[in-house]
């Protein structure tokens, strides 16, 4: 028994031995404000993104960046493999929150509480490559805001106010909470948008008008209310509608009967992005192939929620060069959209209703 006792303790040791040697030792903290890249893999709106979708906290490394810390081209991972997904550039197709230079408000969810002594933030150059993984020279290496923590234990919800520099288009914060009783920090990558990633020509987005004439060419309607639009008339004689007039993100985009409700009223404001509820038409986890499903989300500048219209009535995602189509050409109420291949069926023409 003794000989066994002690086979078991020797087999345990070497078990803790093996989960230690690869993985932080215990979860810590991950950047919600601006949403990072990690934060919008464990909220399920980035797809692919791996083990980092179950652990958006555990992005740790060692301290003292730019001199240390991870290697240039896996500073949102953390040198991380499992967490790798972070590095990809994804050709500007990460979720990204909307950003004006000047005060800002920031924050950190702590699932560990560390004695700690400062977050930092740092932001890319003017004129940075978006479509290479993070290198210390795309960022301006000195932070544009650092708060000391002198050392003591910050609150489970850590918020802070910025004052953000001014830069145009999309750009990359970092921030770095270090902690003051190890040698380690957590590194956290925020993609935003200032302004928005392309200039908008100011010009509505164009969608085929049905009446008496036949088909012409209208608007939709300009307007930021919520309840101010222009129904959206699938070929089958269905509406685009939000189901349950639910606004919030996820909510399902669906073919229904045309009722003129709020969950109808679809505008454009002229930057490629399509609005109803006050949120945006999104392509699920930013999907570009067949069958992504189509829904509604905060309004964040990527393209999964850049469309146009053609002149033959599709409603054209543009990164996914796909159409927004109602599932199996079904035309019963409640059937889900999604995107697919432009096919020049009714069930994905869209033209105005009035």
């Given at each position: 028994?003794?000989?066994?006792?002690?086979?078991?303790?020797?087999?345990?040791?070497?078990?803790?031995?093996?989960?230690?040697?690869?993985?932080?030792?215990?979860?810590?903290?991950?950047?919600d404000s601006p949403t990072s890249?990690?934060?919008?893999?464990?909220?399920?709106?980035?797809?692919?993104?791996?083990?980092?979708?179950?652990?958006?906290?555990?992005?740790?490394?060692?301290?003292?960046?730019?001199?240390?810390?991870?290697?240039?081209?896996?500073?949102?991972?953390?040198?991380?493999?499992?967490?790798?997904?972070?590095?990809?550039?994804?050709?500007?197709?990460?979720?990204?929150?909307?950003?004006?230079?000047?005060?800002?408000?920031?924050?950190?969810?702590?699932?560990?509480?560390?004695?700690?002594?400062?977050?930092?933030?740092?932001?890319?150059?003017?004129?940075?490559?978006?479509?290479?993984?993070?290198?210390?020279?795309?960022?301006?290496?000195?932070?544009?805001?650092?708060?000391?923590?002198?050392?003591?234990?910050?609150?489970?919800?850590?918020?802070?106010?910025?004052?953000?520099?001014?830069?145009?288009?999309?750009?990359?914060?970092?921030?770095?909470?270090?902690?003051?009783?190890?040698?380690?920090?957590?590194?956290?990558?925020?993609?935003?948008?200032?302004?928005?990633?392309?200039?908008?020509?100011?010009?509505?987005?164009?969608?085929?008008?049905?009446?008496?004439?036949?088909?012409?060419?209208?608007?939709?309607?300009?307007?930021?209310?919520?309840?101010?639009?222009?129904?959206?008339?699938?070929?089958?004689?269905?509406?685009?509608?939000?189901?349950?007039?639910?606004?919030?993100?996820?909510?399902?985009?669906?073919?229904?009967?045309?009722?003129?409700?709020?969950?109808?009223?679809?505008?454009?404001?002229?930057?490629?992005?399509?609005?109803?509820?006050?949120?945006?038409?999104?392509?699920?986890?930013?999907?570009?192939?067949?069958?992504?499903?189509?829904?509604?989300?905060?309004c964040n500048g990527?393209?999964?929620?850049?469309?146009?219209?053609?002149?033959?009535?599709?409603?054209?995602?543009?990164?996914?060069?796909?159409?927004?189509?109602?599932?199996?050409?079904?035309?019963?109420?409640?059937?889900?959209?999604?995107?697919?291949?432009?096919?020049?069926?009714?069930?994905?023409?869209?033209?105005?209703?009035?």
């Amino acid at each position: 028994m003794k000989h066994r006792a002690k086979a078991i303790t020797v087999m345990l040791a070497a078990t803790a031995g093996l989960l230690t040697a690869g993985t932080p030792a215990f979860a810590h903290g991950f950047a919600d404000s601006p949403t990072s890249r990690a934060t919008f893999c464990q909220q399920g709106h980035a797809g692919d993104c791996g083990q980092i979708r179950y652990e958006p906290q555990s992005v740790e490394a060692a301290k003292g960046f730019p001199a240390a810390g991870p290697a240039d081209g896996q500073i949102c991972s953390g040198g991380h493999p499992q967490f790798a997904a972070l590095d990809d550039p994804r050709n500007g197709l990460w979720p990204a929150t909307k950003v004006e230079p000047g005060s800002f408000g920031v924050g950190w969810h702590m699932t560990a509480q560390h004695r700690s002594t400062k977050i930092e933030y740092f932001i890319t150059k003017d004129g940075w490559d978006p479509n290479r993984p993070l290198q210390r020279s795309a960022l301006e290496l000195l932070p544009f805001h650092t708060a000391d923590l002198g050392g003591n234990q910050p609150p489970a919800k850590w918020t802070d106010t910025v004052n953000l520099p001014r830069r145009n288009g999309r750009h990359l914060i970092l921030s770095i909470w270090t902690i003051a009783d190890t040698a380690n920090a957590f590194y956290q990558c925020a993609d935003v948008i200032f302004g928005d990633k392309r200039p908008s020509t100011g010009e509505p987005l164009t969608v085929p008008k049905n009446d008496q004439e036949g088909t012409q060419y209208g608007t939709l309607t300009q307007s930021s209310g919520a309840t101010v639009g222009t129904p959206l008339r699938g070929g089958q004689g269905k509406c685009l509608d939000v189901a349950g007039s639910n606004s919030a993100d996820g909510a399902v985009v669906q073919l229904f009967d045309c009722n003129q409700t709020a969950a109808q009223q679809w505008q454009a404001p002229g930057d490629g992005s399509v609005h109803a509820l006050g949120k945006c038409l999104d392509a699920r986890y930013s999907g570009r192939k067949n069958g992504t499903r189509v829904q509604l989300w905060t309004c964040n500048g990527t393209g999964a929620q850049k469309w146009h219209f053609t002149q033959s009535g599709d409603l054209v995602n543009d990164p996914a060069d796909k159409c927004l189509d109602v599932i199996d050409k079904k035309t019963a109420n409640w059937t889900p959209t999604q995107l697919w291949d432009c096919a020049g069926s009714a069930n994905q023409k869209w033209q105005q209703q009035h």
